[in-house]
């Protein structure tokens, strides 16, 4: 789908008009779905694995860009700088690759996937793609075992992999229109029933919200772009300076789903954006793209640096920088703490 079509879609699911009820029927189609797929785990026919760490499944429920990522950089960085030995495993979104493998630093987006690059550059932790969430985070404990945590970025709907601790999204959206996939942007039906058999309880589930204004029940995050821009060769730059004399006109790309923040967060810190470039989240940044890029200084967010540099090894990339609420943060670690002095316990016949 191209930027135009996702932006009326993400128009679409802020009320019932007509699109969303067009779309209505095949919504119903995908939660029977769903229903399906959560029947066949609580009859046993399908089985959540465990693996031999603390899974913490970070995802959202609103599809399009909540900040999913961030929260999982952010996560990962707070327990490693705690002294925690984290792992990432991913799918990989948009990935042309199928097999399991580790993300390197330097590797082809193509084959790993945009958002996995942009959390091991962050966070400096061994992060692992695969198909199959199971078998990623088992590759990742045989080829780290210190590893005592791991962070799985999306998922909340990929029951195959057990979880301890659940944090789910939201943005200043909410939950839109309340209806599912596709004619609004829930994922699933919230409020939800947990999945115990998969983990879920309302005890491990935190919601974050990254607006500003969390509702009651809900952690905060504060989102903020960086003050500086990074190339492809790891320099920096002052963001003012981008505007220097004689350099070229600024234009900023982002192929994100909701594109327009980016432009917007980029214009509050000062910048004047000659030129902008929307494209659809996850793009492949082909010839098409390469074309339509003209004359200019770019600048774009840290997810599609990996592939913009592709094409264009000049640009600039910004990295979105979010901060948890500190109660959120608190009440992982204590959720990691409560686990593990429970499977101490157990251990001794406590």
Partial sequence: ????????????????????????????????????????????????????????????????GAGKTPTVIAVVQHLRSHGYQVGVVSKGYG????????????????????????????????VFVGPDRHRTAQALLAQYPGTKVLVCDDGLQDYSLWRDLEICVFDDR???????????????????????????????????????APQ?????????LASHARNQQGQFIALEQLQEPGRLPLKAVAGIARPQLFFDMLRQTGLQLSATLALADHDSYGQQTARSLG?????????????????????????LLQTLDPACLETIERQIKNHRGARLSSQHGH
């Fill in 95 to 126: 990935r042309q690759a199928t097999d399991c493998r580790e993300v390197s630093p330097g590797a082809n987006p193509h084959d790993v996937g945009d958002e996995p690059i942009v959390v091991q550059h962050a966070a400096q932790v061994p």
């Fill in 1 to 64: 789908m191209g930027a135009m079509g996702q932006s009326a879609l993400l128009h679409a699911w802020t009320g019932k008009g007509p699109l969303a009820r067009l779309l209505w029927p095949i919504s119903q189609l995908y939660g029977a779905l769903v229903a399906l797929r959560r029947q066949l785990f609580l009859k046993g026919i399908l089985r959540s694995q465990r693996a031999q760490a603390f899974v913490i499944v970070v995802g959202n429920v609103v599809a399009g």
């Fill in 295 to 319: 004359n200019f200084e770019l600048i774009c967010t840290e997810k599609d640096a990996p592939k913009l540099w592709l094409i264009a090894p000049n640009a600039w990339s910004v990295a």
């Fill in 216 to 224: 009651p029940g809900q952690f905060g995050a504060r989102r903020t």
């Fill in 174 to 212: 909410a939950c839109g229109n309340g209806w599912l996939l596709p004619a609004g942007p829930l994922r699933e039906p919230w409020p939800r029933h947990p999945l115990a058999c998969a983990g879920q309880s309302d005890q491990t589930l935190l919601v974050v919200n990254t607006s500003g």
